[in-house]
């Protein structure tokens, strides 16, 4: 179904505005929260390639729009993710929840490091910014896993509301 990618997407949005919001008012305490893992999670795992990719794509894009990188860094590295876990999905019981939590984690921790390590170079003193990398990183890991499920409910229950996807009975 072609509404598949456009129904993610406006979740996606939505993920945008309120990590942005959240951002904005850590960054009194100088804290950023990277929640890449969730922009290609659900849909590497539960849509089709073609539409989960194209829902991906547009998330990078969408982080791209308001992040200090390189045009198209986002898209590149979302893309590369969304293929890893396209390409495990047939590995991991997808439809339970711990279990996306958890890809969600690996592929966030995963998408920071590259990241990191891409945009490090661009620092004065590289060794003096691992010490915050790391705060950064633990705060936003902790905070990926507290709205994952949240997160993703809302995007089953997006789908289910769009008549894309069959309602559980669990």
Do not use: K
Request: glycine content about 6%; overall charge positive.
């Amino acid at each position: 179904m072609r509404r598949r990618w456009l129904i993610i997407f406006l979740t996606l949005l939505l993920l945008w505005v309120l990590v942005a919001q959240v951002n904005h008012y850590l960054a009194l305490w100088r804290v950023y929260l990277f929640v890449g893992g969730l922009y290609v999670t659900y849909a590497a795992l539960q849509l089709p390639l073609r539409s989960g990719l194209a829902a991906s794509l547009l998330g990078g894009l969408l982080c791209d729009a308001n992040s200090p990188v390189p045009p198209g860094t986002h898209v590149i590295l979302f893309a590369a993710a969304h293929a890893v876990l396209f390409h495990v999905r047939d590995r991991v019981p997808r439809d339970q929840t711990i279990t996306r939590v958890i890809i969600a984690l690996l592929a966030n921790l995963a998408l920071f490091l590259v990241f990191s390590f891409l945009l490090i170079g661009l620092s004065p003193t590289p060794a003096a910014i691992w010490p915050r990398l790391i705060f950064d990183l633990v705060c936003s890991q902790v905070f990926l896993a507290l709205i994952a499920p949240w997160f993703f409910a809302l995007q089953g229950r997006a789908q289910e509301l769009a008549g894309l996807r069959e309602r559980s009975i669990y």
